[in-house]
């Protein structure tokens, strides 16, 4: 039934209940994980008119990419010995559209999300990422508290 969970993560606490979740669903079902942070780049637009130098855009990216990187190895950490085969991706756009895409592509089966995550400020204003990927995706949607 669940051969292939994505299980988006970002460091957060919700996102860590929503790791071990998925790795006690895999476990159940023997699928796969596949494990993604998404990093939103900055940008000139992104940053409501606030003006930056490419070099300075280039090293925020920098720095956000290497970020991603240490939360997929911690999430690498926390599934420990899992039985099957687990994939880590760092995805680079928009969060709720990355996985949503990315869910498509691998021919995943569900999601595994937390149901809020770091940008908290930005939630209440624009919507959850895991509203946005439960709203548009076309697989389950498990949304953990």
Not at 77 to 87: A, H, S
């Amino acid at each position: 039934m669940f051969k292939k969970i994505l299980v988006p993560v970002d460091g957060s606490e919700t996102s860590w209940r929503a790791l071990a979740q998925a790795k006690s669903l895999g476990s159940k079902f023997e699928g796969d994980l596949i494990v993604v942070n998404v990093i939103q780049p900055y940008n000139n637009a992104a940053l409501l008119a606030v003006p930056l130098d490419d070099e300075t855009i280039n090293q925020s990216n920098s720095e956000l990419e290497k970020i991603g990187a240490q939360v997929l190895e911690l999430a690498k950490e926390r599934l420990g010995d899992y039985g099957k085969e687990v994939r880590f991706e760092l995805e680079v756009g928009h969060p709720s559209e990355r996985i949503v895409a990315l869910a498509k592509k691998e021919g995943c089966d569900a999601i595994v999300i937390g149901s809020r995550g770091l940008s908290s400020i930005a939630e209440f204003f624009l919507g959850s990422v895991s509203s946005k990927v439960s709203q548009y995706s076309t697989v389950p949607v498990l949304i953990v508290k």
